[in-house]
């Protein structure tokens, strides 16, 4: 019971660490890469706080070297998944009954082993398993995870000290109750902090979850659970299983103790989750909430006013970093005909002094692509754009999966706004430009927010403030993070709260205040003081 009203740490967020040579991060972390890249770790699934294995098991290997193995995940049974669910069920009654102060402690402490003594452990897994720069792993795994954690528990104060006025009559409370049953995370490869804040700030508000990464990411999410373990958290609460998706989903979202979906992922699973929710509606104890974020065709737009140096370095930056495989990556760009020349040389300088390898040399700003479906899918795009007439391969378009999945950084210049790279998710490092005629901005506008079915980052670059301010206007459901004069990547939590509408999903805002109240059902209790006697109201006195 809690005999105060305790407050916080004041979230801030973590300051990124440069990694410049010489400095003592740098030498950390690539000590931490070659021990781990040279030992093979088992990933064992992670139910009611225990180790578990089975009889089945998948090697991992790192992107960048996929012939080296590095280390095994275990591969659930039917009945792993039963026993997660079940467990966590177990876990509730106890874990939503711990006093909230309790509960955000172990998160506040989580934060810090990964500021601290996990920092290089969590980079380097990152480097190895999703094949992250030391800079990408840093922003991720390290700082956006650390204030995902901190600034969550600032909010779920928040939330909890929202209440209704109240006056001498009656005393009104809301409670903010965990959903009933047990919630469900699904994480996708890219992001080790998205993997990491999904299932955890769910449990913060006192519910019990069943969480499953992508098999591309589970190197990492073994680090986030050695964190978890040792932050104290008790079993049960978030319980890990790995494998067969089709198979894990269609157990759990079969189960009348379902009550949430948290999802990060492509639109077209996020679809079929949804159709299985429908389909399975009748079954539920409760209405499930659903929360998904999903893919992006992500937009720049040059205005004839904006500065060529500036839209090259936000192409070069927010199309491929991480290889373009950011949600929020820019993969479509509209340049003003008559900055094109300029944006066209400054760009392929920049590419061409760009080098490509493995993130344990720390010059490498282009490291690999996940893996062979990602790479053959990114590789059949830029085949098409080889062969097509209305397109034209600039710079780029080599590719190799001999020792690791690489594909340089390209640039397609599409003669025809609608060509098919200009509409569909790439995932990986291909930009494709289509160039405006100086006179057109407005329909050029129209097309941006015409093209594709998505709605998650963009970004307009112009010196002159009408153009912005109607780009801003126009553009206005086009996206759901946008971007005036910048890059449409490298959200921070706690400054630009993330998501997207339309094809991107329900928007609600990871890293904010509005994510977690979908976490919640609220209980509003009344307690009158002077309770009436007489059911006579004065108006019907004769
Ligand atoms: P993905 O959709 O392939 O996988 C996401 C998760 O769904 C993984 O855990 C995966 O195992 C699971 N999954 C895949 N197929 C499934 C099936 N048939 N049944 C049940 N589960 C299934 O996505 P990914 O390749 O890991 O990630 C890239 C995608 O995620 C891109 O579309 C990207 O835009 C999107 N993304 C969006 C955001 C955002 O905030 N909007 C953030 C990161 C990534």
Redesign the pocket.
């Given at each position: 019971m809690s005999t105060g009203f305790f407050k916080v740490p004041k979230a801030k967020n973590e300051v990124v660490k440069s990694y410049k040579p010489g400095s003592p991060e740098r030498k950390k972390v690539i000590e931490t890469y070659n021990k781990m890249i040279n030992s093979f770790t088992e990933v064992p699934m992670y139910i009611n706080g225990k180790d578990v294995k089975s009889n089945n098991k998948k090697s991992i290997s790192p992107p960048h070297d996929h012939k080296k193995i590095v280390g095994e995940y275990f591969i659930a049974e039917p009945k792993h998944i039963d026993d997660a669910i079940q467990t966590a069920l177990d876990a509730k009654k106890k874990w939503e009954n711990m006093s909230w102060e309790n509960r955000s402690a172990i998160f506040l402490k989580a934060a810090e082993l990964i500021a601290g003594p996990y920092r290089s452990k969590i980079n380097a897994a990152t480097m190895i398993g999703q094949s992250k720069t030391v800079h990408q792993a840093e922003i991720d795994s390290a700082c956006e995870l650390i204030d995902f954690l901190r600034f969550n528990v600032e909010y779920i104060t928040k939330i909890y000290s929202n209440q209704p006025s109240s006056d001498s009559e009656a005393w009104n409370r809301v409670e903010y109750r965990p959903l009933e049953g047990f919630v469900y995370a699904?994480?996708?490869?890219?992001?080790t902090a998205?993997a990491g804040n999904l299932p955890t700030c769910m449990a913060m508000l006192g519910n019990v979850v069943l969480w499953?990464?992508?098999?591309?990411?589970i190197y990492s999410a073994k680090i986030i659970i050695d964190v978890l373990k040792e932050a104290g958290l008790p079993p049960g609460v978030i319980n890990a299983v790995y494998g067969n998706?089709?198979l894990?989903?269609e157990k759990v979202l079969s189960d009348n103790n379902f009550s949430g979906l948290h999802?990060?992922?492509?639109?077209?699973?996020?679809n079929?989750?949804w159709k299985t929710i429908g389909n399975n509606i009748s079954k539920y104890n409760t209405y499930p909430k659903i929360v998904g974020?999903?893919?992006?065709k992500d937009f720049i737009i040059a205005h004839m006013s904006a500065n060529s140096k500036q839209v090259a370095t936000a192409i070069t930056r927010g199309a491929f970093e991480f290889q373009g495989?950011?949600?929020?990556a820019a993969s479509r760009g509209y340049i003003s005909e008559s900055i094109w020349k300029d944006v066209k040389k400054l760009l392929v300088d920049d590419l061409k002094s760009i080098s490509m390898g493995s993130p344990e040399n720390l010059e490498n700003f282009i490291t690999a692509v996940?893996d062979e479906k990602?790479f053959d899918k990114i590789a059949n795009y830029i085949e098409n754009a080889k062969s097509s007439a209305d397109a034209e391969i600039i710079i780029g378009g080599n590719y190799d999966k001999t020792n690791g999945y690489f594909i340089e950084p390209t640039v397609i210049l599409a003669k025809e706004p609608n060509y098919i790279t200009m509409r569909e998710?790439i995932?990986g490092p291909v930009m494709t430009i289509y160039v405006y005629d100086d006179s057109k901005f407005e329909e050029t506008l129209n097309l941006v927010d015409n093209t594709s079915e998505y709605a998650?980052t963009g970004a307009i670059l112009a010196s002159d403030r009408y153009i912005i301010e109607k780009a801003t206007k126009v553009l206005k459901n086009s996206a759901g993070n946008f971007y005036i004069n910048d890059k449409p990547t490298g959200a921070v939590v706690g400054k630009q709260p993330?998501?997207?509408a339309r094809g991107?999903?329900t928007n609600d805002k990871?890293g904010s205040m509005l994510n977690l109240l979908r976490w919640v059902s609220p209980r509003l209790i009344k307690e009158t003081f002077l309770t009436p006697t007489n059911y006579r109201y004065d108006f019907l006195e004769k």
């Open positions: 699904v994480t996708p490869f890219n992001f998205i499953k990464p992508s098999s591309t990411q998706a089709s894990i989903t999802f990060t992922g492509s639109t077209s699973v996020f079929s989750f974020e999903t893919g992006g495989q950011k949600c929020s996940i990602s998710e995932f998650l993330f998501g997207g991107s999903g990871a």
